[in-house]
Structure formats: structure tokens, C-alpha cells
T-cell receptor, first 116, second 109 residues
Framework: DTGVSQDPRHKITKRGQNVTFRCDPISEHNRLYWYRQTLGQGPEFLTYFQNEAQLEKSRLLSDRFSAERPKGSFSTLEIQRTEQGDSAMYLC??????????????FGPGTRLTVL | QKEVEQNSGPLSVPEGAIASLNCTYSDRGSQSFFWYRQYSGKSPELIMSIYSNGDKEDGRFTAQLNKASQYVSLLIRDSQPSDSATYLCAVNTGNQFYFGTGTSLTVIP
């Protein structure tokens, strides 16, 4: 399977705990995006990487959220001191680039986070 | 004003009919436009991308773009029950991608 993969698929945690999610993009894709989606809403942009460089973060992304993409391959998203409002589906997507025809994003299956 | 707006529906069409889904966007500088299908509990799946004014056809799907009116649409011909899903419109503006809240489509057998 050469699609985007995410791990874990489901995560249940207690408020105040830290969680980390992993995303493996399609191998030749340079751009990697993180989104959050809650029920009834579209995906909400969190951050993106061009290779290993994190180029933009949403102003909605609090200091409790951090993302890395070492060596421009897989990426991790960490949430520290989780809150109940962090409960959502966390989606990863990748694309070849930004230029038209290269910027089609393909999503992974997502990680569903439940904070108790 | 939201960057991307869609009618949330629900939209119901009989099997075999044409389903028409609409989307408007706020930034005239937007350059790339996408339609995704999302089944309940699953992640979005890319259906179509469109970059220039006019129509783009792929099988039963036709995307239409009108930049002057800031309007994107998706037509689904010969709708099937398996097309029942939420359809998300996405727009690329600069480095950002904005998604609408989606339109729920039900195809009635």
C-alpha cells in the first residue's frame, strides 16, 4: 500500500496526558499537512511541511501542539496536556508540491482522539 | 465571512438522477479547487481537481469552475446509492487550503 498511513487509528487518553501521532506520507511527496476535523465540520488546517521545514502554522494552533518532520519523511504531531476540546479526528495529507496539478492532497485514514 | 461556503444539505436525489453540489469562495486569488467525498467515520477521498474556468469531466463526475463568480460546482450523473456521502469543497489560496463544511448527499434507491 503506497498511500498515506497514520498511527494509531484511535487514541483514548485522560485529560492532562500527552499524546503523539505519526503520519507516513506517500513516498515521493514533499508536502505534508496536518488537519483537525470535528463532527459536522470540514478539515481545519493546523500546519504543513515542505520537506523537513515547517512553513506555516495555524493561528488556532496553541502552544500545546507541536509537529516535526525529521529528514523530510514521516511526521509526528504531539499534543501536550490534552483537553477535552482536543477530541477530534486528526488527519494527515500529502502532496507533491504547491503548484497547480501538483497540489492534490491525499489523506490518510486519520487518528481519532478521545480525551476523557 | 468564511473562506469556503457550502449548503450543508441534506440533499436527496433518486437513483439515476443528477446530483448538483455547489460551493462559493471568498478570495479572488484562489487558484486551485478540489472536491472530496467523505463517508461517515472515514477520511476525505479526492474526487476531482480543477484549476481553470470551465468544465472538467471524469467518468460520472463533472466539476465546473467560474472564477468571476467565485463559484465551483460538482455534478454527479447517474447517481448511485454508493454516492451517498458528504462532499467537501476545498480551495487553495496561497499556502493555505480551506475546506467547506460539506454537503450531505443521500441517493435514494
Amino acid at each position: 500500500d503506497t498511500g498515506v498511513s497514520q498511527d494509531p487509528r484511535h487514541k483514548i487518553t485522560k485529560r492532562g496526558q500527552n499524546v503523539t501521532f505519526r503520519c507516513d506520507p506517500i513516498s515521493e511527496h514533499n508536502r505534508l499537512y496536518w488537519y483537525r476535523q470535528t463532527l459536522g465540520q470540514g478539515p481545519e488546517f493546523l500546519t504543513y511541511f515542505q520537506n523537513e521545514a515547517q512553513l506555516e502554522k495555524s493561528r488556532l494552533l496553541s502552544d500545546r501542539f507541536s509537529a516535526e518532520r525529521p529528514k523530510g519523511s514521516f511526521s509526528t504531531l504531539e499534543i501536550q496536556r490534552t483537553e477535552q476540546g482536543d477530541s477530534a479526528m486528526y488527519l494527515c495529507a500529502s502532496s507533491l508540491g504547491l503548484a497547480p496539478s501538483y497540489n492534490e492532497q491525499f489523506f490518510g485514514p486519520g487518528t481519532r482522539l478521545t480525551v476523557l | 465571512q468564511k473562506e469556503v461556503e457550502q449548503n450543508s444539505g441534506p440533499l436527496s436525489v433518486p437513483e439515476g438522477a443528477i446530483a448538483s453540489l455547489n460551493c462559493t469562495y471568498s478570495d479572488r486569488g484562489s487558484q486551485s479547487f478540489f472536491w472530496y467525498r467523505q463517508y461517515s467515520g472515514k477520511s476525505p477521498e479526492l474526487i476531482m481537481s480543477i484549476y481553470s474556468n470551465g468544465d472538467k469531466e471524469d467518468g460520472r463526475f463533472t466539476a465546473q469552475l467560474n472564477k468571476a463568480s467565485q463559484y465551483v460546482s460538482l455534478l454527479i450523473r447517474d447517481s448511485q446509492p454508493s454516492d451517498s456521502a458528504t462532499y467537501l469543497c476545498a480551495v487553495n489560496t496561497g499556502n493555505q487550503f480551506y475546506f467547506g463544511t460539506g454537503t450531505s448527499l443521500t441517493v435514494i434507491p
